[in-house]
């Protein structure tokens, strides 16, 4: 469609004089949308009670989205690279601010059916695409800084919750006058969520436009200034080649990223899944906690900070270190705290929080270090659909953290009843976890040259053509 033409990659290669630092910004309206996936605990409770069912049914939707989010991410990867960003950030909002419509509409006629196909499966798709649309573009415009740019937007995902969360109280107490967001004991009304539903469907699609009119990429050739590219082959695991998404699955450091990357997802949201409950077992004398649910619910908001300057900080520090010494920290450091957390983690509240901080703050970084850590390995082309296939490491863990956390906890007794050394098994088997991680990280080598990309290739040759289409 001609009204869609602004949309076509060769109308988003920068102008001579365009400042990187717009991008980010661009990538931050994708990410901070999104990210209002980790803030469904918001409604959880006023949905279950909508629909007269269980906790598991509605947190199947969350479920769905994440399974969707990583299967979406890695059969769009390469239409996402090939069509560039401002179409698939489009295409993200469209999908995202769908799904909520649906969601609302599910909600409103209490078919919970139609939020597991909207909310959960087509603005599952949204996530994904959303999630991966802005990398490959940030990395080719800091090809001197990747852990900082990436860092910088996947950080929006992470801080999603914080925006979303009060927001979304708001919302529903504006549309239901008999809920009290500071009494947590109090429950908004099935109308006042779809309501809910109905608004953010629209206000994330007005945000998400920002990044879609305002994100471009590079002009071919383009350097930043200083920038060295010799640089690059001094430093160890950073290659000048290229790989394609397609070979890229077929090399061992692929696989063995996969691998770090699920066992640095599972350790993580196994806290993340049962933080506020979790704080309060630890501290459980006689049947009654001494943290309060209030403060466990500012617990659940401080990892969420911990989480978002963890994607940044640790991806950005990522840039001096090297990518696999930083994961060697992540998985390595992260045994040690799991241990010091099943061990001394309930001696006080201020060692309790310390610890989970800075385990979630290495989750983080997991996620906002790895396209920079694609990068070294298979250069620039492509890199967005590899990391789309990566993310299913992702959707993996989704499932195996809870599982994990939850069978080790449901066989130790019921909920409300557990203390601190209930969680111990749960909390050992994640440092085996890391463990595995650990190892697989220490094995990464550099890709065989048999996989890299010829630069005569007819992969670069079609992008060279649509880089000339864009000069014209």
Same mark, same amino acid.
Not at 142 to 166: E, H, K, Q, W
């Given at each position: 469609? $001609?009204?869609? *033409? ?12 365009? *400042? ?6 661009? $990538? %931050? ?11 469904? !605990? ?11 069912? *269980? ?7 969350? !479920? ?56 959960? &499966? ?29 860092? #910088? ?35 908004? *009304?099935?109308? =006042?969520? $779809? ?12 945000? #998400?436009? +920002?990044?879609? &009119? ?10 930043? =200034?200083? +920038?060295?590219?010799?640089? %690059? ?44 409950? #979790? ?19 500012? +617990?659940?908001?401080? %990892? !969420? ?12 520090? !990522? ?28 001696? =006080? ?53 809870? %599982? ?6 449901? =066989? ?61």
């Amino acid at each position: 469609m $001609a009204a869609l *033409s602004f949309l076509d990659r060769e109308h988003t290669v920068a102008k001579p004089g365009y *400042s990187r630092w717009l991008i980010p910004p661009a $990538a %931050l309206a994708i990410h901070l949308c999104i990210g209002q996936a980790y803030a469904t !605990s918001v409604y959880k409770t006023a949905l279950v009670a909508h629909f007269d069912t *269980s906790l598991t049914a509605i947190g199947i939707i969350f !479920s769905i989205a994440i399974v969707m989010l990583g299967v979406s991410a890695a059969v769009m990867g390469t239409w996402v690279e090939r069509v560039g960003p401002r179409r698939a950030m489009f295409t993200a909002a469209c999908f995202w601010a769908t799904g909520f419509l649906i969601g609302s509409l599910g909600i409103a006629t209490t078919q919970l059916w139609l939020v597991y196909i909207g909310y959960g &499966f087509v603005g599952g798709i949204g996530l994904g695409i959303g999630y991966i649309s802005p990398v490959s573009t940030l990395i080719k415009w800091f090809p001197d800084r990747p852990g900082l740019a990436t860092g #910088m937007a996947i950080m929006g995902f992470g801080g999603g919750a914080l925006v979303a969360s009060p927001l979304s109280r708001q919302l529903m107490s504006l549309y239901d006058s008999g809920y009290n967001p500071s009494d947590s004991q109090s429950v908004a *009304s099935g109308s =006042a969520v $779809a309501l809910l539903f109905l608004t953010l469907g629209i206000v994330y699609f007005v945000v #998400m436009m +920002f990044g879609v &009119f305002n994100v471009k990429v590079p002009a071919p050739g383009w350097q930043p =200034a200083g +920038f060295d590219p010799s640089k %690059l082959k001094s430093k160890p695991l950073v290659t000048t080649a290229h790989v394609s998404a397609a070979n890229a699955i077929k090399t061992p450091p692929f696989w063995l990223l996969w691998t770090v990357l699920f066992c640095n997802v599972t350790a993580g949201i196994g806290i993340l899944e049962q933080a506020s409950p #979790m704080i309060q077992d630890f501290f459980r004398e006689g049947g009654t906690s001494t943290v309060a649910t209030t403060a466990a619910t500012a +617990f659940v908001g401080l %990892l !969420s900070i911990f989480n978002m300057a963890g994607r940044f900080v640790w991806s950005s520090t !990522s840039d001096f270190l090297g990518r696999k010494p930083t994961y060697v920290m992540y998985l390595g450091v992260g045994m040690i705290l799991y241990f010091l957390l099943a061990v001394v983690g309930h001696s =006080a509240t201020a060692v309790f929080v310390l610890l989970a901080g800075v385990i979630i703050s290495f989750y983080g970084g997991g996620f906002a270090t790895i396209p920079a850590y694609l990068r070294d390995l298979f250069g620039t082309y492509q890199v967005g659909a590899i990391h789309g296939r990566l993310l299913t490491a992702w959707s993996a863990a989704g499932i195996a953290g809870p %599982l994990i956390i939850n069978g080790f906890l449901d =066989a130790q007794g019921k909920p409300g009843e557990l203390v601190y050394s209930d969680y111990r098994p749960a909390l050992f088997t994640m440092v085996g976890v890391l463990a595995v991680g650990f190892v697989a990280n220490l094995l990464v080598r550099p890709v065989a040259s048999q996989f890299h990309e010829s630069a005569h290739s007819d992969a670069f040759a079609e992008a060279d053509q649509s880089a000339s289409a864009g000069r014209r």
